[in-house]
């Protein structure tokens, strides 16, 4: 059982940088893949990121990619995604995951924290 709470959103110029935080409870939280999704107004859920449980494997969405960097720190519980470049487009409500791979499928996750809102002014 884990419980995701994502934390760092806030408004933000074009061009400017946000660092996202989830921090997670629970002891198993070094064992499970996590992942980063975004979804805004009338919008499809989207897939921004993922990392593997030791961290050593990442994946991105296409456009976020060369933009974002997720990371992990297993000895905080936390993952973070670093934002840089924003733009407009990526306004959205992101929301933390975990399940057992990594996976742009938002299904393949288990836990999903309540999200935290991002708004990129332009």
């Known amino acids: 059982q884990v419980q995701l709470v994502e934390s760092g959103g806030g408004l933000v110029q074009a061009g400017g940088f946000l660092r996202l935080s989830c921090a997670a409870s629970g002891r198993a939280f070094s064992r499970y893949a996590m992942g980063w999704f975004r979804q805004a107004p009338g919008k499809e859920r989207e897939f921004v990121a993922t990392?593997?449980?030791?961290?050593?494997?990442?994946d991105y969405g296409a456009s976020v990619k060369g933009r974002f960097t997720i990371s992990r720190d297993n000895a905080k519980n936390t993952v973070y995604l670093r934002m840089n470049s924003l733009n407009p487009e990526d306004t959205a409500v992101y929301y933390c995951?975990?399940?057992?791979?990594?996976?742009?499928?938002?299904?393949?996750?288990?836990?999903w924290g309540q999200g935290t809102q991002v708004t990129v002014s332009s």
């Open positions: 995951s975990a399940g057992p791979i990594t996976s742009s499928g938002g299904s393949s996750y288990n836990y």
């Open positions: 990392i593997s449980a030791s961290g050593r494997i990442t």
